[in-house]
């Protein structure tokens, strides 16, 4: 017996031998791959300092790009990184920046940065931010451009080196975008025709043929030059990673992965009102009454004023109530206003929303703030009348408006009586804005 399990011990003895041998190589296999981390950390690193004007990364954040691309300038040094960019070209923001490794080097801005976090930020109208990234995973690095994917949302992003100041890149960018009145182009690639549609609001180009088939879209950001696509079009089997913009002729220019130039025309719509023409006083004509004698339909009316906001994004209707000043958001794709679902105030701890009311549609409200009513130009430049109609939101047909009381959390607290604006709280059935 003893002699039995003595052999069966030597049986094992080689098993036990290999496995501790194993464990030997595992061991130095652990302490090569961190080495070899530490050494692809320190490397990211070295590269992200070297730059001497630092870098410009087109950041995009959700994961399906849908707000489209920002141009944010960012230089690193001494374990700090100053991050500036279009979101806030008056300013400069420092914070801490550091390499970490998660299964390879992780670039983590792990102090607060007003730019580099301001997606991934919730705000009153957005519970859920808008699932920004601040941790991005090394991919790989070259000498002008470090390719990194989003830890959150896995978009692929690329810092490249900054030939000129941050300051003198931004201010092009914001040249490009201020000029950018554009609506869609048009064109031909070879013997195809290209058509396209811009939506300034969120970034995004749709291009397809005349025909419409090989529909594509494109989240983008602005550059110094014109645009660049999250990813390339793919038009006829030649991809096309970015345009150049020329403001004077309205036009488009751009080269393919094969060598193909390409130039596109952009165009406007025949109702298209340019930012500037809207300044002014108005008469807001809203419900509509019949006179019992003559039976004509007549409105009433308050005198407003619109009052361009400070980044020319939309207006400030003045007029209505001295705590009501609702803002008009100018769509530059389409050249029209927007009146949308918004906090006006707050009262007593909750937010004062003036909300999309669909009142001819048996009196539903939201406070989405995608909800509400769009500007139409009567086409006379002289008599200038921009009518309301619906949007094109499609869980309401808005038509008038109303104020209603929502607790900071989101729950509805009811009818805010407090502040009259047109009639009462309520703005019924918004029909134009005529220019005086």
Avoid at 63 to 81: H, I, L, P, R, W
Avoid at 220 to 228: E, L, S
Avoid at 388 to 410: C, K, M, Q
């Amino acid at each position: 017996m003893k002699k039995k399990l003595f052999i069966y011990l030597l049986l094992l003895l080689p098993m036990f031998t290999f496995q501790s041998c194993l464990k030997d190589q595992e061991d130095i296999f652990d302490k090569d791959a961190s080495l070899r981390v530490q050494d692809a950390m320190d490397n990211a690193d070295k590269a992200f300092v070297s730059a001497e004007n630092g870098w410009i990364l087109d950041y995009y954040p959700e994961e399906e790009q849908s707000y489209g691309g920002y141009a944010v300038t960012v230089k690193f040094a001494d374990g700090k990184a100053v991050v500036g960019g279009e979101l806030d070209t008056e300013n400069t923001y420092e914070s801490l920046y550091k390499m970490t490794n998660d299964q390879g080097p992780v670039l983590t801005f792990d102090s607060y940065n007003e730019i580099m976090h301001y997606f991934a930020t919730p705000s009153n109208g957005n519970y859920e931010a808008m699932h920004g990234d601040f941790e991005f995973v090394v991919d790989s690095v070259g000498t002008d451009v470090i390719k990194v994917h989003g830890k959150k949302t896995q978009n692929v992003l690329y810092f490249r080196k900054l030939q000129t100041s941050a300051e003198e890149y931004i201010n092009k960018v914001m040249e490009v975008e201020d000029n950018f009145v554009v609506s869609g182009l048009e064109g031909s690639v070879g013997d195809t025709k290209i058509l396209g549609e811009f939506d300034l609001d969120y970034r995004q180009l749709s291009i397809a043929n005349a025909d419409g088939s090989n529909a594509q879209q494109r989240a983008f950001a602005f550059t110094d030059k014109g645009i660049r696509f999250y990813k390339p079009f793919n038009i006829g089997g030649e991809l096309l990673e970015s345009l150049e913009y020329n403001a004077e002729s309205n036009a488009f220019s751009g080269t393919t992965s094969k060598g193909t130039t390409i130039s596109l025309q952009g165009t406007l719509p025949d109702d298209y009102v340019k930012y500037e023409a809207y300044a002014g006083d108005y008469y807001l004509y809203y419900y509509p009454h019949k006179n019992s004698t003559t039976g004509e339909i007549t409105y009433y009316y308050s005198d407003v004023t619109l009052v361009p906001n400070e980044d020319k994004t939309g207006y400030i209707m003045e007029g209505l109530n001295d705590n009501v000043k609702p803002v008009l958001k100018f769509n530059k794709s389409k050249g029209n206003l927007e009146l949308n679902s918004q906090i006006v105030g707050t009262y007593g701890g909750n937010n004062i929303w003036l909300a999309a009311w669909g009142l001819k549609a048996g009196g539903n409200l939201t406070w989405a703030t995608a909800a509400g009513m769009e500007t139409q130009w009567n086409l006379d430049a002289e008599h200038p009348e921009y009518k309301f109609i619906s949007n094109s939101y499609a869980g309401l047909v808005t038509d008038s408006f109303l104020l209603w009381a929502v607790t900071p959390s989101g729950s509805s607290v009811g009818q805010f009586s407090t502040w009259t604006i047109a009639i009462k709280n309520q703005l019924p059935y918004l029909y134009s804005l005529v220019k005086k």
